[in-house]
């Protein structure tokens, strides 16, 4: 668990372009909800557990940073990294890698654990909170992005 985690290859889509000839601002969000499916797989937060009725996840919060343009037919895949994990809740960020190297947009965001019941944020299982402890060590091995935590502003 040394490397940072990357999705599987993503195609834009030719749904997803807009008039201006690149790809929507909205489909970048597909794009990283997509590419973290199968990262929530690897820490117990898949489909088989939020589809089982109990307990989901929700974003609390998620910003995207868009870098370089996509076009009709580029590939892409999704970076996934733990930044922090608590008791009911992940801060995360990723990057959206063109196949050719370079980042296409950056995205950060918190995740939490819910309680359909309520619905209401609750605590992750044990075994997960260790799956989720144990992702953050990997990651914790690699600096910071110098964007994570960035305020918002207008270049001057």
Same mark, same amino acid.
């Given at each position: 668990?040394?490397?940072?985690y990357?999705?599987?290859?993503?195609?834009?889509?030719?749904?997803?372009?807009?008039?201006? #000839?690149?790809?929507?601002?909205?489909?970048?969000?597909? =794009?990283?909800? +997509?590419?973290?499916?199968? $990262?929530?797989?690897?820490? *117990?937060?898949?489909?088989?557990?939020?589809?089982?009725?109990?307990?989901?996840?929700?974003?609390?919060?998620?910003?995207?940073?868009?870098?370089?343009?996509?076009h009709?037919?580029?590939?892409?895949?999704?970076?996934?990294?733990?930044?922090?994990? #608590?008791?009911?809740?992940?801060?995360?960020?990723?990057? =959206?890698i063109? +196949?050719?190297?370079?980042? $296409?947009?950056?995205?950060? *965001?918190?995740?939490?654990?819910?309680?359909?019941?309520?619905?209401?944020?609750?605590?992750?299982?044990?075994?997960?909170?260790?799956?989720?402890?144990?992702?953050?060590?990997?990651?914790?091995?690699?600096?910071?992005?110098?964007?994570?935590?960035?305020?918002?502003?207008?270049?001057?």
């Amino acid at each position: 668990m040394n490397d940072i985690y990357l999705s599987p290859e993503m195609e834009i889509k030719p749904d997803w372009i807009d008039l201006n #000839g690149h790809l929507n601002m909205a489909y970048y969000g597909v =794009l990283f909800d +997509t590419g973290v499916d199968e $990262a929530c797989k690897l820490v *117990g937060l898949g489909w088989d557990y939020t589809s089982g009725g109990t307990h989901t996840t929700y974003s609390a919060e998620f910003r995207i940073r868009y870098v370089r343009e996509l076009h009709l037919g580029d590939r892409v895949r999704a970076s996934f990294r733990l930044l922090d994990v #608590g008791p009911k809740a992940y801060h995360f960020c990723q990057e =959206l890698i063109h +196949t050719d190297g370079w980042v $296409a947009a950056t995205g950060e *965001g918190i995740s939490l654990h819910i309680d359909r019941s309520g619905p209401r944020v609750a605590p992750y299982p044990t075994e997960i909170k260790a799956r989720l402890d144990e992702r953050l060590r990997a990651d914790s091995a690699h600096p910071v992005p110098d964007w994570v935590g960035t305020p918002m502003r207008i270049r001057k």
